[in-house]
């Protein structure tokens, strides 16, 4: 089993920075893709960014050029850092990790950006 525990949420006015975090425990062997995942009110949830082991970085087009992801494999953490949030970025925003093929979610994490 893997737990996830997110960090970072938040109220932050619009043009304005937030870095979540993502700490992963419990019995890790191998973690696989890191990702952060958000939904906001009434839709879908949606793939923000991804990053591989090795690296290898993926990112919704919406939030290109504006938020980063980066991992630490020997602390098994992921970070996201979301600069210049827009109203619609408001979400909940959920760590997700592929553990030797099993899945796991955290609990999320709540952005609020403000006008």
């Known amino acids: 089993q893997v737990q996830l525990v997110e960090s970072g949420g938040g109220l932050v006015q619009a043009g304005g920075s937030l870095r979540l975090s993502c700490a992963a425990s419990?019995?890790?062997?191998?973690?696989?893709?890191m990702a952060w995942y958000r939904q906001a009110p009434g839709q879908q949830r949606e793939l923000v960014a991804a990053?591989?082991?090795?690296?290898?970085?993926d990112y919704a087009d919406s939030v290109k050029g504006r938020f980063t992801i980066s991992r630490d494999n020997a602390k098994n953490t992921v970070n996201l850092q979301m600069n210049s949030l827009k109203l619609e970025d408001t979400a909940v925003y959920y760590c997700?990790?592929?553990?030797?093929?099993?899945?796991?979610w955290g609990k999320g994490t709540l952005v609020i950006v403000s006008s």
């Open positions: 419990g019995s890790i062997f191998r973690i696989n893709v």
């Open positions: 990053i591989t082991r090795g690296g290898s970085t």
């Open positions: 997700y990790v592929d553990h030797t093929g099993a899945t796991y």
